[in-house]
């Protein structure tokens, strides 16, 4: 799967540093999720709680879908990285339901950021960020995985789902107050794990 994201995305100046960039820009296909999930997973164990009041009509998913495609090329341009959404990557759903390419996006990438503005779909928000920490943070899982993590909330948007992902899984949480500070806090924990990999803290993904 990695070597398939990077040829999708073209050349960039860190062609190989893969940054996967969640979001609540569509709906998670709830149904599909417990019915796939064994009685072991993190569906039964997060309360996914009321993110936002947000409804969910059109306007807002494209707001929300405006934004995480900024934080994309924001990173493509001053990190010089291979951020994607899944929307980038060519997968038929008849070859992997939407669960398991998150996961396989996830476990393929140099990190993974999680964006939730003060919009979107609240449970599936909670579901799939659950179900790729859950993969990430397995038992059997690298440890360097957890460094590679980050979920980034608008300001003032409080939930008993990121309590969860705090005590959980000890994730790092920032929260942001504009566009602005979202792209600089996200590009400063990027460059931050490129720095990282290239002195050797952290292994390099091949």
Known sequence: MRDRIIDELGEL???????????????????????????????????????????????????ALDLLLEVRDHLRTNAGVSAFLAIDIDVPLSELDAATQS????????????????????LGVGIEVGSVLEALYAENAADHRR?????????????????AIRDRWE???????????????????????VRK????????LE
Do not use: C, K, W
Not at 25 to 54: K, P
Not at 171 to 180: L, N, P, Q, T, V
């Open 13 to 63: 100046p860190r062609s190989r540093f893969l940054v996967y960039v969640m979001g609540p820009y569509e709906a998670f296909d709830v149904e599909h999720a417990l019915e796939t999930a064994d009685s072991d997973t993190v569906l039964e164990s997060v309360d996914f709680g009321t993110l936002t009041d947000a409804n969910h009509d059109l306007e807002r998913d494209e707001a």
């Open 103 to 122: 996961i396989a996006f996830a476990r393929a990438s140099n990190a993974v950021v999680y964006v939730v503005p003060a919009v979107g779909d609240n």
């Open 147 to 163: 460094e590679r993590v980050v979920f980034v909330h608008e300001s003032g948007v409080r939930s008993a789902m990121i309590a």
């Open 171 to 193: 994730a790092r949480i920032y929260s942001y107050d504009d566009r602005e500070d979202l792209n600089r806090q996200i590009r400063l924990f990027v460059r931050d794990l």
């Open 197 to 204: 990999e290239r002195t050797g803290e952290l292994p390099q």
